[in-house]
């Protein structure tokens, strides 16, 4: 967290300063463990088993918080008599389809809820299929999966065999401090001392938090690593409570932003999923298969359709379903690596690419050039001429003689992008804190924003089509896309988008928050989580006032979604009856004689909804809430142990190995997650073998990539600037003392580094940070790689993302960029087409082919 | 008095002595002083130079580098070694898989600002000057580049700029006091290592964090150049470290190098004075 959020840093100082402990878990010692009380180094893509642990630590011990657990969470909820655990069939959850590629969730779900309904047979098999495929589990950045209808049955002692908190026992029963240590290289006596810091730390008078970023999301296993973190954090009564939760450290100022009004394919504003083809599926029809029967996704029809008025305005109405069918339909996953296979099968034709840099940023940097090098045209918007945009003259492949200039058709167009000094505009940081900020100065020459960008090119295609009547064109020509511009530049004015995303009712008011939305086309909303960001008509992300002027919660800092919210779920920080768990971590309670929730936060809970409240058995939506679903987004009103819908690669998290690995599982029979999601075969994608496979010798050591505080991302933002790479001028490794001996590394001088996709090289830092560990009773060196460099640019270098696989999450299709195996030598690497040569002996030696790693 | 510096240098009314307390404890080797420094102060990149000294590719204080972050990776020998043969030590040490605790120490260097200054003291041009806040400055459109200050700075922090040849060193933001505002390196110090103020003030808050820190198990925290009864008067940009300042590589004991002027000035003059009564004397004697 110091290395890559050094401003964000400074609260766990201030925390660290007031007395916390402070334990960074990472394969390095970095700027962060520095400051820790405790580092703790671990082979990466081992962290299930050291979470696991934890939660074994915790359950074996009784260390829950029982209360928490009993009110809050799933942990009594009985699951059917039908579902098998990875402890019954080895390794699988019960479910798993016949070639053993895909999961099956029905056996998953809790006893008592019904089974889903048979009719229609045929449609809800190709939805679920193609529900699987597209990757449903991301759509619930703002609650749960729905789960169906019907009353889940309960033992409230927890002691029923087949209830959660038994089945969590039994599943990490074998995740003991002997396999933490075996596994991860913890030794035991450090892992204890974690243990203990983490439980004691946590109950009534306390809390623990856990921070993380990409080193828990980038695997086969991503979102099961944060689903590891939230068993814990639930366990430990630490949600919903000041001082704990489970805070995703983003990858840039509003990566939180692009997912609450999103740059993803199957994702509508406020985590709305996107439809899928589907024959016959009008409006009502998506909502009953959407939305939930319990909670606030119950008004999910009022979200939707004034989402639609905000987009079509006027020509959205009862009569044309508010234009649900103008909404365009998905037929999969089109998440960021299936359009790269998609360009390389030539049905992706055109590319934009605005911010990013994936000919270096991305897993597997090649097969994206490649992709791009298939295209009819690709816009590149950036400050700077990124390895992105040049590819095709001077990229790595142009070098190895696999592409020629004069061969490419892609048309590739460069428009300098404005930074963000020079535009208006929000940032959503990881608390869901939107914070504004305004232009310094014009953008320079011809750099344009983003949202200039986007909206005049959305103008001149409007223009263009104006005379139309093809019905493909109404979408576009129905839009509401009149925002006011202004300045010299005629810049939209980014406050009137900020407007239309708050939204507003019939007579123009702006709303002041989602519970006034209504599903009958009389309001307007952009992003319904976002509604009351502009309440009074005053852009409320644009309040400064200081941390010293008001009460510790901050509420007049900015503007946090939902409601101006700034801990979720708080109504878990009071006991059932309403009462805080404890004075010092007192957050909002019930006040019995005003009759309603009140706090220092805004209450997260329906105002004058009592604890004893219990509703009646046909209430639906948020009236099915009782006074203790303090989950409220929940479809159970509950904090899920166990997930009994909504993931692809089954309900608790289990230790599976990364896809390249030179460890065996030692847990179970299945050495990788079954379900991972792996693109079609790829000459230039291939896999190691792994374990005790023959030839996975051949990559003995474990590598990761990362960033430096000094750049940013795949340097973009940063190699160009001479006072941010003269502090980390060229691309280096990190390696241990032991493995500079063992391979001849030589500090400062340069290394050769081999995947079976790539070979690059990298000058050596020889550092007592990167500790050799003890795995499966063997020393194991990892390689750091930091990953921010490429050919162009002040600060240079080879782009380690060359070395990675396509290997993807199977929720989320975030590829495995923390965790793989690589060979290093000393010298550097052989240049143009015995590079190829390289990588291809390394291939034959460890006997890879097609089929290699791709076993479920 | 400290603050008699400004007055000693002929300002009337002075505000108090301003200065930099830089607690190391607390410093996440993040380096945007570095960089605040060098924008706000448009001092040019020198150079893209991978050192293999940790993460430090600055190297020290210079002309283009008026913040430097220093990077000391340590591995703490194991507990009780002071009476371990260091020679049988040596030995195994190949063997040796049970390494001490790991530290990585961070620290912000920057000019001192001392109490008595050397380069104000030899710069003949009077571009060195005392300002109002007792702080140090060179001014550019009056240095000649006669690189005087340059051995004369105990900690080897002024020196000239290579094409340039004027002398260049922190001005300890003297823009920005003027406008009350605070340096550029402590306005973007994120932890607040970097802590601007009057130095009476940080001289308490420094004792203060020394005290908890002891308190706290941290027996090696100390603070370097806060005694004013030191060799260069007391610094004021002053440091609290986490060990022995050489491990910094600054100086343990500096002194001002024009301390013994006067004195050697004396002697010069004695012994001018005897030749010259020699030379008297011996001509005295052949007229004889």
Redesign the interface.
């Known amino acids: 967290m ?1 290395e890559c959020h ?2 964000g ?2 609260w766990v ?1 201030e925390a660290k300063a007031r007395g916390a402990k402070v334990v960074h878990v990472d394969p390095r ?1 970095t ?5 820790a009380d405790l ?1 703790v180094p671990l082979r990466a893509g081992s962290d299930i088993a050291f979470l696991g642990g934890i939660i074994r630590h915790v359950l074996e011990n009784e260390a829950f918080f029982r209360d928490y657990v009993a009110a809050y969470t799933n942990g009594p909820v009985i699951l059917r008599e039908d579902f098998r655990d990875t402890e019954d069939l080895d390794g699988v959850f019960s479910g798993l389809d016949g070639d053993g590629r895909a999961y099956d969730p029905s056996s998953w779900q809790y006893e008592g809820v019904d089974v889903q309904a048979a009719s229609g047979q045929r449609d809800q098999l190709f939805e679920e299929r193609t529900v699987t495929e597209a990757a449903r589990g991301e759509s619930h950045g703002s609650g749960g999966a729905s789960i169906p209808p019907g009353e889940p049955e309960r033992d409230e002692t927890m002691t029923h065999p087949r209830c959660v908190l038994q089945v969590l026992k039994r599943h990490y029963a074998r995740y003991t401090p002997e396999a933490v240590e075996r596994i991860c290289g913890v030794p035991q006596d450090v892992f204890r001392q974690v243990c203990e810091l983490v439980t004691e730390n946590s109950g009534r008078d306390r809390t623990t938090a856990f921070a993380y970023a990409v080193g828990w999301t980038q695997h086969t296993v991503g979102v099961q690593y944060i689903r590891a973190a939230s068993v814990l954090q639930s366990l430990l009564g630490n949600i919903g409570r000041p001082g704990g939760g489970i805070l995703a450290l983003r990858g840039h100022a509003s990566i939180q932003g692009s997912t609450d009004i999103p740059t993803l394919f199957n994702l509508l504003p406020g985590y709305i999923p996107m439809p899928h083809a589907h024959e016959r599926q009008d409006l009502d029809a998506f909502i009953r298969a959407d939305a939930s029967g319990k909670g606030y996704w119950g008004n999910m029809r009022a979200y939707l359709v004034s989402l639609l008025k905000a987009y079509w305005g006027d020509a959205a109405s009862a009569e044309n379903d508010y234009c649900f069918d103008y909404l365009p339909r998905l037929t999969g996953s089109h998440s960021t690596y299936e359009t790269v296979m998609a360009q390389l099968d030539g049905s992706c034709k055109g590319y934009f690419l605005m911010g990013e840099n994936p000919a270096v940023g991305s897993a597997n940097a090649k097969l994206q050039r490649l992709g791009m090098a298939n295209l009819d045209w690709l816009v590149v918007r950036d400050f700077s001429l990124i390895e992105s945009a040049t590819w095709w003259q001077d990229g790595p492949e142009i070098e190895t003689g696999e592409l020629r200039t004069e061969d490419i058709g892609t048309e590739v167009f460069f428009l300098p992008a404005a930074a963000h000094t020079e535009k208006d505009g929000s940032f959503t940081n990881t608390q869901r804190l939107l914070q504004w900020h305004h232009q310094a100065v014009e953008p320079a020459g011809e750099t344009r924003s983003d949202l200039w960008f986007t909206f005049h090119l959305g103008r001149i295609i409007r223009e263009k089509l104006a005379a139309s009547t093809d019905p493909m064109d109404r979408p576009l020509l129905d839009l509401t896309w009149d925002y006011p511009t202004k300045g010299p530049l005629a810049e939209p004015d980014a406050e009137a988008v900020l407007a239309e995303i708050n939204g507003h009712d019939a007579d123009g008011a702006p709303l002041a928050g989602y519970e006034q939305l209504k599903d009958d086309g009389s309001t307007t909303c952009g992003c319904w989580i976002y509604c009351g960001v502009r309440a009074d008509g005053v852009n409320q992300a644009d309040r400064r006032t200081p941390g010293g002027e008001q009460n510790w919660v901050a509420p007049d800092w900015g503007w946090a979604w939902p409601a101006n919210r700034r801990v979720l779920y708080n109504r878990a920080s009071a006991d059932p009856e309403g009462r805080p768990w404890s004075a010092r971590k007192a957050l909002v309670w019930w006040d019995a004689e005003a009759g309603e929730w009140t706090g220092h936060d805004v209450p997260d809970f329906t105002r004058d909804r009592s604890p004893d409240h219990r509703p009646a058995r046909d209430a639906t939506g948020p009236d099915a809430l009782s006074g203790t679903d303090a989950f409220i987004m929940q479809a159970d009103g509950k904090a899920w142990l166990y997930v009994p819908s909504g993931l692809t690669d089954g309900p608790l998290p289990t230790h599976y190995e990364p896809q390249d690995s030179p460890f065996p599982n030692l847990l179970y029979g299945r050495q990788r997650n079954p379900v991972r999601h792996l693109p079609p075969p790829h000459p230039d994608n291939r896999y190691q073998p792994s374990g005790g496979e023959p030839g996975a010798e051949v990559f003995p050591y474990v590598a990761t990539t990362y960033r ?3 750049h940013h991302t795949a340097g973009g933002m940063s190699r160009w600037q ?9 691309f ?1 490794c990190e390696v241990s003392p032991a493995l500079a001996a063992e391979r001849g590394l030589e ?2 001088g340069w290394a050769t580094i081999v995947s079976a996709r790539a070979v690059i090289e990298a ?1 050596v ?1 020889v ?3 990167m500790a ?1 560990l003890t795995v499966h009773g063997r020393p194991l060196h990892q390689v750091g790689l930091p990953y921010h460099w490429g050919p162009n640019g ?2 240079t270098g080879d782009a380690a993302n060359e070395l990675l696989h396509l290997s993807l999450d199977p929720n989320t299709h975030i590829q495995e960029a923390k965790a793989f195996a690589v060979d290093i030598r000393p010298g550097r690497r052989p240049r143009g087409p015995a590079a190829r040569g390289l990588v291809r002996a390394y291939r034959e030696r460890a006997g890879i082919d097609e089929n290699t790693g791709t076993e479920p | 008095m400290t603050d008699d510096i400004a007055r000693a240098a002929g300002h009337t009314d002075p505000p108090p002595r301003m200065g930099f307390f830089t607690d190391t404890s607390v410093c996440i080797g993040c380096k945007a002083c570095e960089v605040a420094c060098k924008e706000w102060n448009a001092v040019p990149e020198d150079g893209l130079d991978l050192t293999g000294m940790s993460y430090d590719n600055t190297q020290g204080l210079g002309a283009s580098t008026w913040r430097h972050v220093a990077f000391i990776e340590q591995t703490a020998p194991p507990a009780g070694h002071e009476n371990v043969d260091v020679f049988d030590a040596a030995r195994g040490l190949s063997a040796s898989d049970t390494p001490g605790e790991l530290r990585w120490l961070m620290s912000s260097d920057v000019c001192k600002h001392c109490t008595h200054a050397a380069c104000l003291d030899v710069c003949p041009t009077g571009s060195l000057f005392r300002t109002e806040f007792g702080t140090v400055v060179v001014q550019e459109d009056i240095c000649n580049g006669c690189g005087y200050c340059v051995p004369a700075c105990p900690y080897g922090v002024i020196d000239q700029r290579p094409g340039d040849g004027r002398a260049w060193k922190c001005t300890l933001c003297y823009d920005r006091l003027g406008e009350g505002m605070e340096p550029a390196c402590a306005k973007a110090c994120p932890t607040d290592s970097i802590q601007f103020g009057p130095l009476d003030e940080l001289r308490e808050r420094a004792a203060g964090r020394v005290a908890q820190l002891h308190a706290a198990g941290t027996v090696d925290a100390r603070l370097y150049g806060e005694d004013p009864g030191d060799g260069v008067g007391g610094d004021g940009a002053f440091f609290l470290l986490l060990d022995q300042p050489e491990v910094y590589g600054l100086p343990p004991d500096p002194v001002v190098t024009t301390r013994d002027l006067p004195a050697m000035w004396r002697h010069a003059a004695a012994a001018g004075a005897s030749l010259a009564a020699l030379a008297v004397a011996s001509f005295v004697r052949r007229s004889r």
Not at chain 1, 722 to 730: D, G, H, N, R, W
């Open positions: 110091a050094p401003v840093f400074q100082m010692f700027r962060t463990s520095a400051l580092h430096l505080t000094e001479p006072y941010l790479a003269e502090l980390q001028p060229e280096f500090h400062t000058r830092l550092t007592d940070r050799t002040y600060s």
